[in-house]
């Protein structure tokens, strides 16, 4: 029996259920924002986004990498690799992958941070993991104040073009030319045919965000042109997922 009790703590601390994550190695770079510990864990950087690289092999994955993609991971291996590490968590420990999901420090340097600054990953924080949105932002606007990394020389799209960049990161602009809001989430579209056309999509639990901003999700954006940085994806046509009206930049109209 001892033996049995031995073997079975053997193996949930080799499933990282007891692993001192506080000060745990790194082994391998897998992307921009993934990396896999000494204990067999894969640790993805919650918060942000980083390019991909296009190595899964799977329809969700490009088939080559996207700009700064490689970049991005070149530079998360001088960081981290064979580094001693300290994970932070937020509310949600794992996401649907098994993945654990953290913050990142190698010493006093914040690595999630540090790739929004250096502009090789935009931000992506979702509700509840939200504990370091606002300095992520902050850094974002360096970033692109700087024009570092993706921001050098970055292209912005129109709407109407968004559906030749699926799965990658991008600005897009274009109007608002109407809005709905489901029992899960508010469309913010930008063509007639909210199947096909470009769309930004708000899930229920970022609506608080706007709230704090006393924007009317309905009202607000109706009638403006925008834009919005993220990852495209292609659900009833191309669309970004935003979780803050941070993300959401109001382009002033020229007389």
Request: include cysteine; charge should be neutral.
């Amino acid at each position: 029996m001892i033996r049995l009790f031995i073997l079975f703590l053997s193996f949930l601390t080799a499933c990282g259920n007891y692993a001192d994550y506080s000060n745990i190695k790194v082994v391998q770079v897998v992307d921009g924002d993934t990396v896999r510990l000494e204990n067999g864990s894969l640790l993805r950087y919650i918060g942000i986004d980083t390019p991909e690289r296009g190595e899964m092999g799977t329809v969700s994955y490009r088939s080559d990498p996207a700009p700064f993609a490689e970049k991005a991971y070149q530079r998360n291996q001088e960081l981290v690799l064979g580094k001693i590490i300290r994970v932070e968590f937020d509310v949600e420990k794992k996401d649907k992958y098994n993945r654990l999901l953290g913050y990142c420090y190698r010493d006093d340097i914040f690595i999630n941070e540090l790739l929004v600054e250096e502009g090789l990953a935009i931000v992506y924080t979702h509700p509840p993991n939200v504990k370091h949105s606002d300095t992520f932002y902050q850094a974002q606007k360096k970033a692109r104040e700087k024009q570092n990394g993706l921001w050098q020389g970055y292209q912005v799209v129109d709407h109407d073009q968004a559906g030749n960049y699926i799965n990658q990161i991008q600005t897009v602009r274009g109007r608002v030319v109407s809005g709905y809001q489901s029992n899960n989430c508010q469309f913010l579209n930008f063509g007639k045919n909210h199947k096909t056309d470009f769309t930004i999509v708000i899930f229920k639990d970022s609506f608080a965000k706007f709230k704090e901003k006393s924007i009317d999700l309905n009202k607000y954006y109706l009638g403006k042109q925008v834009e919005v940085t993220g990852r495209i994806r292609q659900y009833n046509g191309p669309e970004i997922i935003v979780n803050s009206p941070l993300e959401i930049t109001i382009i002033p109209e020229s007389n």
